[in-house]
């Protein structure tokens, strides 16, 4: 099997390499230090299976997990961890494969030859068994086999479409597949604004609040010129936050 | 004949063994009733004694404030003394009397408290409570002989005598025993309170977190293979630092035995992060005597390396230093504030306030007021600042 081994610590990751060769026959096809290389990696390098940390900096190993499963055929990941009470639960409950640091060998190869999928729903089942379930520090942008990471503070504002939800960046726009409400949940009220029905706007990045013409009320942006509608049903909510 | 008394004496001298015997038990029993489990080892602490000290203002006055509400309730139940004029003057010599008890006691037990609390519990109540009613019966004495000097009474002797000796003797047995019982009581009480404060410091300690300990075993069989004098190194190092999280006591330690743990603990977490931990140290000189509470320093590295180091995937760096300035020890540990993510996971969950507020707590008791730590945030590093006395006395 083509494998990708992603840790932070060097002497972690060199000791999973030296195990795979032991025990033969599989690819080590590369190694990455933290969860954004591990999604850049995966869609660059198309491994069949993650060996993967799970505590990482800056992107951790259930968040880079998350943004895998988007992928139309997305690797088998097996977990890595030193000790995790909470999650190692939820990984029981759930049936995802984990090992335990130090690693051993015969469990290592064990796991490797059972390595199945996961599913997203496993996932959050695991993320919701954790201390504080956390929201994900990028958000994921699949196209035709890749996945773009768009940083969660990047984002100006989120606007529900029919079906989909764009994303808006300083330079960019993008369509995933979430809802609003969703989003809103995950988020949280700190981050976000709900300005109406269908849309979700970044605090940060919001210039002010004026009437239109038509005598509604409107959010100005920065990075951007477009300005976007305050739903009736949501002015008095945006009136109190931007009094503070 | 001669066999028939040996075979009674040797019977006399079993019974005298038994009855030995039984009498210890009964008194072990006693003890264990009136102290608690705690009454065998009178040198465990040696503040350990249950009299209070009767020679402090506070104490005596309390003395005098029971002894004069006793006087009261006497004078409100008894008839007229025969040769007091009025219930006012009835009040005057009663409480002189009991005053004179009192005082006379407490004095007593102020004398002899450091010899009654170097005894065992069982015999320093006796004693303290037999003396007690010596007192009584000499002060009960040098009252009629004051009384038949100031021409009040006929006789130092009068035919009432025996009456009021007993009637004094079985007040002050009462009352005493009441004191005593209380005593031993707010021992008890203050023992148990200070075993619990020594419990809750050993859970403050700085613990073992297991994420360290299981990443730092994975770390260490990665080396077995490529680099078996770092793996027996980092062995030695981890097995030191394990040895002292185990311990229970709270230990005073010189600065440079506190240093070398530390070094030791960066020493373990610089194999696990390679190149990412940088630690600049600067130690100022220290006189011999200066010591510190046993990890005192390693906690501020472990939660600098948690909070501004793992965080961060291009690591960080931490800075370190201690002097000792005006008989007081200064120690200054530094790590950067990784710029917060929006919405990020929390880094490491256990690594936020806790193990400082923990280690506050533990300076706390050691020092009282006397000891300082204070977070700085000055232009994105957190400085995390501690001073402490250099001779470690205690609060």
Same mark, same amino acid.
């Given at each position: 099997?083509?494998?990708?081994?992603? %840790?932070?610590?060097?002497l972690a990751?060199?000791?999973?390499?030296?195990?795979?060769?032991?025990?033969?026959?599989?690819?080590?096809?590369?190694? @990455?230090?933290?969860?954004?290389?591990?999604?850049?990696?995966?869609?660059?390098?198309?491994?069949?299976?993650?060996?993967?940390?799970?505590r990482?900096?800056?992107?951790?190993?259930?968040?880079?997990?998350?943004?895998?499963?988007?992928?139309?055929?997305?690797?088998?990941?097996?977990?890595?961890? +030193?000790?995790?009470?909470?999650?190692?639960? +939820?990984?029981?409950?759930? @049936?995802?494969?984990?090992?335990?640091?130090?690693?051993?060998? %015969?469990?290592? +190869?064990?796991?490797?030859?059972?390595a199945?999928?996961?599913?997203?729903?496993?996932?959050?089942?695991?993320?919701?068994?954790? %201390?504080?379930p956390?929201?994900?520090?990028?958000?994921?942008?699949?196209?035709?086999?890749?996945?773009?990471?768009?940083?969660?503070?990047?984002?100006?504002?989120?606007? @529900?479409?029919?079906?989909?939800?764009?994303?808006?960046?300083?330079?960019?726009?993008?369509?995933i597949? %979430?809802?609003?409400?969703?989003?809103?949940k995950?988020?949280?009220?700190?981050?976000?604004?709900?300005?109406?029905r269908? @849309?979700?706007?970044?605090?940060?990045?919001?210039?002010?609040?004026?009437?239109?013409?038509?005598?509604?009320?409107?959010?100005s942006?920065?990075?951007?010129?477009?300005?976007?509608?305050?739903?009736?049903?949501?002015? +008095?909510?945006?009136r109190?936050?931007a009094?503070? | 004949?001669?066999?028939?008394?040996?075979?009674?004496?040797?019977?006399?001298?079993?019974?005298?063994?038994?009855?030995?015997?039984?009498?210890?038990?009964?008194?072990?029993?006693?003890?264990?009733?009136?102290?608690?489990?705690?009454? =065998?080892?009178?040198?465990?602490?040696?503040?350990?004694?249950?009299?209070?000290?009767?020679? !402090?203002?506070?104490?005596?006055?309390?003395?005098? #404030?029971?002894?004069?509400?006793?006087?009261i309730?006497?004078?409100?139940?008894?008839?007229?003394?025969?040769?007091? =004029?009025?219930?006012?003057?009835?009040?005057?010599?009663?409480?002189?009397?009991?005053?004179?008890?009192?005082?006379?006691?407490?004095?007593?037990?102020?004398?002899?408290?450091?010899?009654?609390?170097?005894?065992?519990?069982?015999?320093? #109540?006796?004693?303290?409570?037999? $003396?007690?009613?010596?007192?009584?019966?000499?002060?009960?004495?040098?009252?009629?002989?004051?009384?038949?000097?100031?021409?009040?009474?006929?006789?130092?002797q009068?035919?009432?005598?025996?009456?009021? &000796?007993?009637?004094?003797?079985? #007040?002050?047995?009462?009352?005493?025993?009441?004191?005593?019982?209380?005593?031993?009581?707010r021992? !008890?009480?203050?023992?148990?309170?200070?075993s619990?404060?020594?419990?809750?410091?050993?859970?403050?300690?700085?613990?073992?977190?297991p &994420?360290?300990?299981?990443n730092? $075993?994975?770390?260490?069989a990665?080396?077995?293979?490529?680099?078996?004098?770092?793996?027996?190194?980092?062995?030695?190092? $981890?097995a030191?630092?394990v040895?002292? $999280?185990?311990?229970?006591?709270?230990?005073?330690?010189?600065?440079?035995?506190?240093?070398?743990?530390?070094?030791?603990?960066?020493?373990?977490?610089?194999?696990r992060?390679?190149?990412?931990?940088?630690?600049?140290?600067?130690?100022?000189?220290?006189?011999?005597?200066?010591?510190?509470?046993?990890?005192?320093?390693?906690?501020?590295?472990?939660?600098?390396?948690?909070?501004?180091?793992?965080?961060?995937?291009?690591?960080?760096?931490?800075?370190?230093?201690?002097?000792?300035?005006?008989?007081?020890?200064?120690?200054?540990?530094? &790590?950067?504030?990784?710029?917060?993510?929006r919405g990020?996971?929390?880094?490491?969950?256990?690594?936020?306030?806790?193990?400082?507020?923990?280690?506050?707590?533990?300076?706390?008791? &050691?020092?009282?007021?006397?000891?300082?730590?204070?977070?700085?945030?000055?232009?994105?590093?957190?400085?995390?600042?501690?001073?402490?006395?250099?001779?470690?006395?205690?609060?």
């Amino acid at each position: 099997m083509r494998v990708l081994i992603v %840790d932070d610590e060097k002497l972690a990751r060199e000791r999973l390499r030296e195990l795979l060769t032991e025990i033969g026959g599989h690819t080590i096809v590369g190694e @990455a230090m933290n969860g954004n290389e591990a999604v850049e990696r995966t869609t660059e390098l198309n491994p069949d299976v993650l060996l993967m940390d799970i505590r990482m900096p800056g992107m951790d190993g259930l968040e880079a997990a998350m943004h895998l499963m988007g992928l139309e055929n997305p690797p088998s990941v097996i977990f890595t961890t +030193a000790y995790d009470q909470h999650a190692l639960n +939820a990984f029981e409950v759930n @049936a995802v494969d984990y090992l335990l640091k130090p690693i051993r060998k %015969d469990r290592l +190869a064990a796991a490797l030859d059972k390595a199945h999928k996961l599913t997203l729903k496993q996932l959050k089942q695991i993320n919701e068994a954790q %201390d504080s379930p956390n929201a994900r520090t990028h958000i994921s942008v699949h196209l035709r086999g890749n996945i773009r990471l768009v940083p969660i503070q990047d984002v100006i504002y989120f606007m @529900a479409d029919s079906k989909y939800v764009t994303v808006r960046t300083p330079a960019e726009e993008h369509l995933i597949e %979430d809802s609003l409400v969703n989003l809103e949940k995950e988020f949280g009220e700190k981050m976000f604004l709900r300005i109406h029905r269908n @849309a979700l706007v970044a605090t940060g990045f919001i210039k002010g609040i004026e009437k239109s013409p038509a005598g509604t009320w409107q959010v100005s942006l920065k990075n951007t010129d477009k300005k976007l509608d305050v739903s009736r049903r949501h002015a +008095a909510s945006v009136r109190r936050w931007a009094r503070g | 004949m001669e066999s028939g008394s040996k075979i009674a004496l040797s019977l006399l001298g079993r019974g005298i063994a038994r009855t030995r015997s039984t009498l210890r038990a009964l008194r072990g029993r006693i003890e264990e009733r009136l102290f608690g489990a705690a009454a =065998e080892d009178p040198a465990a602490a040696p503040d350990s004694g249950f009299l209070p000290d009767f020679c !402090q203002g506070w104490t005596v006055f309390s003395v005098a #404030v029971v002894a004069e509400i006793l006087a009261i309730i006497i004078v409100l139940v008894s008839p007229q003394i025969p040769f007091a =004029e009025s219930r006012l003057g009835n009040l005057f010599l009663v409480s002189l009397f009991i005053q004179w008890i009192a005082l006379t006691s407490a004095a007593a037990l102020c004398g002899a408290r450091r010899f009654l609390n170097r005894l065992s519990k069982l015999r320093a #109540v006796a004693l303290a409570y037999l $003396m007690l009613l010596c007192v009584t019966w000499l002060v009960g004495e040098a009252a009629l002989w004051a009384l038949w000097l100031a021409g009040s009474i006929g006789s130092p002797q009068p035919e009432w005598n025996a009456y009021f &000796h007993v009637q004094n003797l079985t #007040v002050a047995a009462l009352i005493n025993a009441m004191a005593l019982r209380y005593f031993i009581g707010r021992h !008890q009480l203050r023992q148990r309170t200070l075993s619990e404060a020594r419990a809750k410091v050993q859970a403050l300690r700085s613990r073992i977190r297991p &994420h360290f300990l299981f990443n730092t $075993m994975n770390t260490i069989a990665a080396l077995t293979r490529s680099a078996p004098a770092q793996a027996e190194t980092a062995i030695e190092n $981890m097995a030191d630092l394990v040895r002292i $999280m185990l311990t229970d006591d709270e230990n005073l330690v010189p600065v440079g035995n506190e240093i070398a743990i530390a070094r030791k603990y960066l020493a373990i977490e610089s194999l696990r992060l390679d190149n990412r931990l940088a630690v600049d140290w600067d130690v100022g000189k220290f006189p011999r005597k200066a010591v510190l509470p046993v990890l005192t320093l390693q906690p501020l590295l472990e939660h600098a390396i948690q909070c501004g180091v793992e965080p961060a995937p291009e690591g960080g760096r931490i800075t370190v230093r201690l002097w000792e300035a005006d008989e007081r020890i200064h120690i200054e540990v530094t &790590h950067p504030l990784p710029r917060p993510r929006r919405g990020a996971r929390t880094p490491v969950p256990e690594a936020d306030e806790t193990a400082l507020d923990n280690l506050r707590q533990r300076l706390e008791t &050691h020092y009282g007021t006397a000891a300082v730590l204070e977070t700085n945030d000055e232009a994105g590093r957190l400085k995390v600042a501690v001073t402490l006395p250099t001779r470690g006395e205690e609060p």
